[in-house]
């Protein structure tokens, strides 16, 4: 099956400092991967979706310019925290579609962010 | 934007018991979506229904959604430890165009042995 490889699974930075994680779909092509963040006892909440080789969507209340996202390839987009504070510490998981057909989103195995 | 509720927030079963997890839309579900969660890891894909009506199963794992696809349920028959985890349902937020989904807030099952 599909395959959203995700990286790092968990980093721990110190405050100001930048972050990025990445999110590769192995075995399929993929123009949209969409960005989640995961709170504890919470759902998914979206953050924004990433359109490749165009800007990204982002979701109401979601700082553009604190959480960049770059689409370059069809199977590869990334996520930059930038200025990281420790509110900013959370589960990110990241999913994507194929192009091909009525496919569904399949997502990574997320990363714990700790800023400390 | 749809807002999904689930039931219950969190189940216990004996193992070899049957249970099920309901999803509920404020709105019309186009797509629903349903995917499994071990804490602190990605969500595994387990079933999509699209149409009314529709139903699914994988092994021992059912999923419906009803004719008015306002709400789905999940069912899982003669349940075992790897069962347990985070169950969440997601909807197709886009109208149809398979976009982007929104979630509930999922149930936690937990299976005893």
């Known amino acids: 099956g599909a395959v959203v490889s995700q990286h790092p699974s968990r980093v721990i930075c110190k405050s100001g400092t930048s972050v990025k994680i990445e999110c590769r779909s192995l075995?399929?092509?993929?123009?949209?991967m969409f960005w989640y963040r995961q709170f504890p006892k919470k759902s998914l909440m979206l953050m924004a979706t990433s359109n490749e080789g165009s800007k990204a969507t982002y979701e109401q209340g979601v700082e553009k310019d604190k959480f960049l996202i770059n689409h370059a390839s069809l199977t590869l987009s990334t996520l930059t925290v930038t200025s990281a504070h420790p509110e900013d510490s959370s589960f990110y998981i990241c999913s994507a579609r194929s192009i091909q057909g009525n496919s569904p989103l399949h997502f990574g195995n997320g990363t714990r962010l700790t800023v400390t | 934007s749809q807002e999904l509720e689930q039931s219950p927030q969190s189940l216990i079963v004996q193992e070899g018991k049957n249970l099920t997890i309901n999803c509920t839309s404020s709105k019309t579900l186009y797509g629903l979506y349903w995917y499994k969660q071990k804490y602190g890891e990605g969500l595994i894909f387990l079933m999509m229904l699209q149409k009314g009506g529709e139903e699914k199963s994988h092994e021992k794992i059912t999923a419906k959604l009803d004719e008015k696809k306002q709400q789905s349920s999940l069912h899982i028959t003669a349940s075992q430890p790897s069962h347990a985890g985070i169950y969440l349902c997601g909807a197709d937020d886009s109208g149809g165009s398979n976009y982007k989904l929104t979630f509930g807030k999922g149930t936690l099952l937990t299976v005893n042995p």
């Open positions: 075995d399929f092509q993929a123009t949209t």
